[in-house]
Structure formats: structure tokens, C-alpha cells
Nanobody, 116 residues
């Protein structure tokens, strides 16, 4: 099993920045990919960014050029640097991990609210 704990959400004005962190614990040697999803009110959960082991990073079109995902494998942590935030970025952000057998794990979610 893999446990994911997020931190770093909050309230920010439009145009501002936030950095989310997610620490993984448990059977972390089985992790094949880590990333972030988000879910806005009355919308489906959507991929924000994903970084697979040794693979190319994927970003949602809506965040390209504004968000940057990174991993610190030594600390089993994934980060999401979010710049130039706008109201459409308001959502609950979930840390995500997928293991080598394609089992998915989710964090508890952290609220990001962008005021316009």
C-alpha cells in the first residue's frame, strides 16, 4: 500500500502562486508514476500533471506554461508549483500515485481557491 499526504493549498489572489507538496509512504518502491489531479465543483476530476518513472511529464493544456511538476525521489515527494493562478484553477487538488501493477492511490485532497 501507498499513503499520500498533501499540503500547501489555500486561498490566493488571481495572478498569484502556490506550491503543493505530496509525501508518499508505504510500499513506495512499487510507485511507477506520481502526479496531481483536481476536481472543481460540479465537474469531473481531471489530470493536472503526471510524471512517470523515467518518462515524459504530461500536463493538462489548461496549465501548460503556468504549472510545473517535480519529484524528489530521495524524499518520496512530488511538488506542484502553480503560477499565474486564475479563478478556473479553483478546485480540490489530489495527489495521485500509480504502482507497477497499475493500482491507483489518492491523497485526501487539498483545497485551492483563487479569488478574482
Amino acid at each position: 500500500q501507498v499513503q499520500l499526504v498533501e499540503s500547501g493549498g489555500g486561498l490566493v489572489q488571481a495572478g498569484g502562486s502556490l506550491r503543493l507538496s505530496c509525501a508518499a509512504s508505504g510500499t513506495i518502491f512499487r510507485i511507477a508514476a506520481m502526479g496531481w489531479y483536481r476536481q472543481a465543483p460540479a465537474k469531473q476530476r481531471e489530470l493536472v500533471a503526471l510524471v512517470p518513472n523515467g518518462g515524459s511529464t504530461n500536463y493538462a493544456d489548461s496549465v501548460k506554461g503556468r504549472f510545473t511538476i517535480s519529484r524528489d525521489n530521495a524524499k518520496n515527494t512530488v511538488f506542484l508549483q502553480m503560477n499565474s493562478l486564475n479563478a478556473e484553477d479553483t478546485a480540490i487538488y489530489y495527489c495521485y500515485a500509480r504502482d507497477i501493477w497499475n493500482k491507483q492511490y489518492w491523497g485526501q485532497g487539498t483545497q485551492v481557491t483563487v479569488s478574482s
